[in-house]
């Protein structure tokens, strides 16, 4: 094709209602390659909307969404993996079994799927959960293995959706340090949806907040935090203080009067 | 994120002992068949207290003697071909049950058009349509087949379109955005998910089989526990009657408890951390 292959997501002026409600509008949303964009903002603003769309799910009503070069719903589809707050894990599933999913809706046996899936069990610190059905299984654990499906669907890009809202906050830390350095080592294009500053700033290169409903792009963070070795030294160090009071500051003027969440 | 030693796992049985496990059944089937032992002893008793003519009410012994004194001849011959026509009719009822319910899922036309068609099949009264049949069919197993698959399709047709409906949407979405398409979503999600429902369909429906079958029998036949009952009645044999309701009721236990053999084989997932029931 003599098309260039575009190189980022690119959200034009899109809108998108449902009834009568405005979820999101006229937003404007670049993310290149290779970087993760965290998008926060109060509940209720549209964020999830905004990865429905994305990924092809759902279309909007006026604006277009292109996700490298694809602008179709089958292909953004394609291109993208979705990873929700609830881990939606099948109960009826080993762990390693639910992992394997994507690569059996790709036609590859059962035996192979959970052949190429059970490495990959040992690299992402659930080694001997392998054969425990989810509900045997901790929140946090859940959503790694939830994750770990994620990532052998071979996706490009993959939209986070709170992927840690359900756990309590001292797995919450746990989590998002593990994912902090999973994604260090496997570079993925990334967008996440979260309330919580801190894990945007853990998580993201750039930071983008939302207003209130309906969701309208407000101000861009770009977040440059010194390469230190531990979450605690890095919410401590004073780069990260500032930037998550900006943030903040611009979701409590985002959110009018009410002060941002947590 | 510790890795937590599963909670219920504290609650579940410890490997047990071959006496253990013999204690938990009988501690679990005990009352019932405890109850059982005693309602026969007092029908018992209270026929002989009372007096009462074989005729009108006969004791369980009288009834137990029928049924080793009829056995061959009459009640072998009649159980098998009730039998015959319970498990050959709940079959058909599971399969085109099934096979509708998995139609009208994918179809929405189908769901529309043929929906309250199903529903209104299941207004047509029993009594009335059986003779119909017999009159079409004759005296052969084609009428009672259909009686009881008839009547045992409905439950399972509802329960597993119910389960079907009812499976998460956001397991739909994100089955597709893992490479998920419909057939994939239906194998992987939707089935699965709608198997606990529909055992409970099949359940119900392994209570109506037996009766659905002696209706069928009893408009027309010339063997099964329905005739001999039919028969026995004008004579007032009602020890035999009553045998043949023993055989037809402990054919109905046994297909329910197939059936949950079965449930427990293929959702056994659903029942862990339930209490047994």
């Not at chain 2, 009645?233 to 297909?255: C, E, G, K, N, R």
Request: net charge positive; proline share 6%; glycine share 8%.
């Amino acid at each position: 094709m003599g098309l260039p292959r575009r190189d980022e997501i690119r959200l034009t002026g899109v809108t998108r209602r449902y009834g009568a409600v405005v979820a999101v509008e006229r937003v404007d949303l670049v993310v290149p390659r290779g970087r993760r964009v965290a998008v926060v903002g109060p509940s209720g603003c549209g964020k999830s909307t905004l990865l429905g769309l994305i990924c092809g799910l759902d279309e909007p009503d006026e604006g277009a969404v292109d996700v490298l070069g694809a602008t179709d719903p089958a292909g953004r589809l394609d291109r993208c993996a979705w990873m929700p707050q609830r881990d939606l894990l099948l109960p009826w599933r080993s762990a390693l079994a639910n992992a394997a999913v994507p690569l059996e809706n790709q036609g590859i046996s059962r035996r192979a799927a959970r052949a190429v899936v059970r490495p990959l069990f040992e690299r992402f610190g659930l080694a001997g959960f392998e054969d425990h059905r989810p509900r045997q299984l901790s929140g946090g654990m859940r959503q790694r293995v939830a994750f770990v499906r994620t990532f052998v669907a071979g996706k490009e890009v993959l939209l986070l959706d709170e992927p840690f809202g359900a756990l309590d906050a001292i797995s919450r830390a746990a989590a998002q340090e593990w994912l902090r350095a999973t994604l260090d080592a496997e570079p993925r294009t990334v967008v996440l949806v979260t309330h919580d500053v801190e894990e945007a700033l853990l998580l993201g290169h750039e930071i983008v907040v939302l207003t209130g409903r309906p969701g309208r792009v407000t101000a861009r963070h770009l977040v440059d935090l010194p390469a230190v070795a531990t979450r605690r030294e890095l919410v401590a160090s004073p780069e990260f203080v500032r930037l998550r009071d900006q943030v903040l500051a611009a979701l409590e003027q985002s959110a009018g009067a009410e002060p941002a969440e947590r | 994120m510790a890795s937590r030693v599963p909670a219920d796992r504290a609650g579940q049985r410890p490997a047990s002992s071959r006496a253990g496990r013999g204690w938990r059944v009988l501690r679990r089937y005990l009352p019932a068949a405890a109850v059982l032992v005693a309602i026969l002893a007092a029908w018992e008793l209270a026929t002989a207290v009372f007096g009462v003519r074989d005729y009108i009410l006969p004791a369980p012994s009288a009834v137990a003697r029928a049924l080793v004194d009829r056995w061959d001849g009459t009640l072998a011959s009649a159980t098998w071909v009730t039998l015959t026509e319970v498990l050959l009719g709940f079959a058909i009822a599971v399969v085109a049950g099934v096979l509708i319910a998995c139609g009208l899922h994918f179809s929405r036309i189908a769901r529309a058009a043929l929906y309250p068609w199903l529903i209104g099949s299941q207004t047509v009264p029993v009594v009335v349509i059986a003779p119909v049949l017999a009159i079409i069919f004759g005296y052969t197993l084609t009428p009672k087949l259909i009686l009881v698959a008839l009547l045992c399709f409905f439950p399972i047709v509802v329960a597993l379109l119910d389960g079907l409906a009812s499976v998460d949407p956001d397991l739909s979405r994100l089955m597709r955005t893992l490479h998920g398409g419909r057939w994939a979503i239906f194998r992987r999600v939707e089935l699965p998910a709608a198997l606990p429902s529909m055992f409970t369909g099949l359940r119900l429906s392994a209570a109506y089989a037996a009766t659905a079958a002696v209706f069928g029998e009893y408009s027309g036949s010339s063997d099964g526990l329905g005739h001999v009952m039919r028969q026995a009645v004008p004579q007032l044999q009602s020890a035999l009657v009553f045998a043949a309701i023993a055989l037809l009721s402990a054919m109905s236990v046994a297909l329910f408890v197939l059936v949950t053999a079965c449930e427990r084989l293929l959702v056994g997932w659903a029942h862990e951390g339930k209490n047994d029931r």
